[in-house]
């Protein structure tokens, strides 16, 4: 039996209104419980490629799929049930500064149902794993940015999702720092999530030695296992 993919990009291209082509023709398979980060420069694809794989953008020709389904095929309920499995982390964190990080984290389970107790159980769990315990009842702007980050990250993956998106998650933070939220992210990936990373961070993708995707004006140039962020000689 061959492998199964768990995301499948198949002849992917996605053009703008505006007739910009972000990506093109973009072939690509990612593994389950595999970390790949997706680089190139400022307008290169990358976040297009993520907001397809949330189904937030469509595709202009091909076909992606996860878990072998086509994504372009799911109902409404089919398509919330997806993004319940996809966890997603932003450069700017997106946290709600009326809530505290207990409440943002909340958020997430309340949307879903859940009941008093589980939210309660799930969010303390998290909260402990990204080290925000001590912090469940101040607010986004008490934190830094790294603790911000590690809300949204815990935010992200309260619902265990077999799949992380993280558009330049490191951005705006600290070398320290970004390591840190990359520790976690990597320990994160042990436990079988399926993590997605889009990134500047050179520094961080050459120590790592994980698979590296490279997309140049939306094509995929470069597909590499244990790969660095500038093709070696």
Not at 95 to 113: I, K, P, Q
Not at 155 to 166: F, K, T
Not at 188 to 213: C, P, Q, S, Y
């Amino acid at each position: 039996m061959g492998l199964v993919f768990l995301i499948q990009f198949i002849n992917v291209s996605k053009a703008f209104d505006n007739k910009t082509l972000a990506l093109r023709d973009v072939s690509t398979r990612i593994e389950k419980g595999e970390f790949v980060f997706l680089v190139g420069a400022s307008g290169a694809g990358k976040s297009t490629f993520l907001r397809l794989l949330l189904k937030i953008e469509e595709p202009t020709k091909g076909h992606i799929l996860v878990g072998n389904r086509s994504i372009s095929r799911l109902s409404r309920r089919e398509t919330a049930l997806l993004r319940r499995n996809v966890g997603v982390v932003f450069q700017d964190y997106s946290l709600l500064n009326e809530m505290t990080v207990f409440e943002n984290v909340a958020f997430a389970l309340e949307v879903m149902g859940c009941t008093g107790r589980e939210i309660r159980e799930k969010v303390l769990e998290v909260l402990e794993l990204v080290g925000l315990l001590g912090k469940r009842d101040s607010f986004p702007l008490q934190l830094s940015g790294g603790e911000q980050q590690r809300v949204a990250i815990a935010r992200a993956i309260v619902n265990r999702p077999q799949i992380l998106l993280a558009d330049e998650p490191t951005g705006n933070l600290d070398p320290d720092t970004a390591w840190e939220i990359i520790e976690l992210m990597n320990g994160i990936n042990k436990w079988g999530t399926t993590v997605v990373m889009a990134t500047h961070a050179a520094e961080i993708v050459d120590k790592l030695r994980k698979r590296v995707i490279v997309l140049e004006q939306g094509q995929l140039t470069r597909d590499e296992e244990r790969g660095a962020y500038c093709r070696e000689a």
